[in-house]
């Protein structure tokens, strides 16, 4: 159970870093957000495999971005610790990495200043994501981020959560317009080329009173790529094929990177990437 919440929490309507949480086999949920993913597995069956994939991509993108010399991670919409966060990632490529993690929600924030208490090249901060001037400028980004060297930012499954009317395309140019040549973006964004199963996701966790966005198709979430350099999706970084594509198989040793799942009956899926700014 998880009884060691800060106080005045909402329990009754599902969060979306706590139904993570639940969905990669934690225990920081409540009844709301564990109802709530199975509401969602009727209607999307490799629901936990979907959450899994995601969280290897992640692990496997900040390898790849440390091993190419990037040692400051800024990672917006962070979610709940889990195995093999983005510190441990970066830091087992290049153990001068610091990560700065940014989230809106307070249970991240009490847990991830526990998990990290003693580390000197990690911080949390609790702001709102889209508040590119809050973040930048916040004690806890200036102590280990310098913007005058690259900074990987990370939206990992990120901005499905952030409705149109917030312009969260705009938010990432206006924070990569403000980092240096050869920072880099790690994205991952829910998609479907099924207009119906996009809509069903989007009501079904509205429908739970949760904030949340939308599921959009490959070419909208593609957009947070433009004007960047995507890097290869082969692990042996050749020239061929797609750059954004099924986080499952992004640099995934065993699987040839693809656009969408092999299987057509798969509807949603994570379009991701890793791209630089020239």
């Not at 899994?52 to 790849?64: F, H, I, K, W």
């Not at 930048?136 to 280990?144: C, M």
Request: with cysteine; hydrophobic share 40%; aromatic share 8%.
């Amino acid at each position: 159970m998880a009884d060691h919440f800060p106080p005045n929490i909402d329990m009754e309507t599902p969060s979306i870093a706590r139904m993570y949480d639940y969905l990669l086999g934690g225990k920081d949920n409540f009844e709301a957000d564990r109802k709530a993913c199975e509401a969602l597995a009727d209607g999307i069956p490799e629901l936990v495999a979907f959450a899994n994939d995601n969280r290897a991509y992640l692990s496997r993108a900040v390898e790849y971005v440390a091993a190419q010399g990037v040692e400051q991670f800024l990672d917006l919409g962070a979610g709940l610790p889990t195995a093999n966060n983005t510190h441990h990632a970066a830091q087992q490529a290049n153990p001068r990495a610091r990560v700065v993690y940014v989230d809106h929600d307070p249970i991240v924030l009490a847990h991830g200043r526990a998990l990290i208490s003693d580390s000197g090249q990690t911080s949390f901060l609790l702001a709102d994501i889209r508040d590119t001037e809050e973040i930048l400028s916040s004690p806890e980004t200036t102590r280990l981020i310098d913007t005058d060297l690259p900074v990987c930012v990370m939206l990992v499954s990120l901005l499905h959560c952030i409705p149109d009317d917030s312009d969260p395309f705009g938010m990432v140019r206006a924070l990569m317009d403000r980092l240096a040549p050869g920072s880099c973006l790690i994205s991952s964004h829910i998609v479907s080329d099924d207009p119906a199963s996009a809509v069903w996701m989007t009501d079904k966790i509205l429908s739970f009173g949760t904030p949340w966005g939308r599921v959009r198709s490959p070419e909208e979430a593609s957009a947070v790529f433009d004007g960047l350099d995507l890097a290869s999706p082969w692990t042996d970084g050749r020239d061929g094929g797609p750059r954004a594509v099924d986080c499952a198989t992004w640099r995934h040793p065993d699987i040839d990177p693809v656009f969408r799942p092999a299987d057509p009956k798969v509807k949603l899926w994570e379009l991701a990437g890793v791209a630089f700014k020239r």
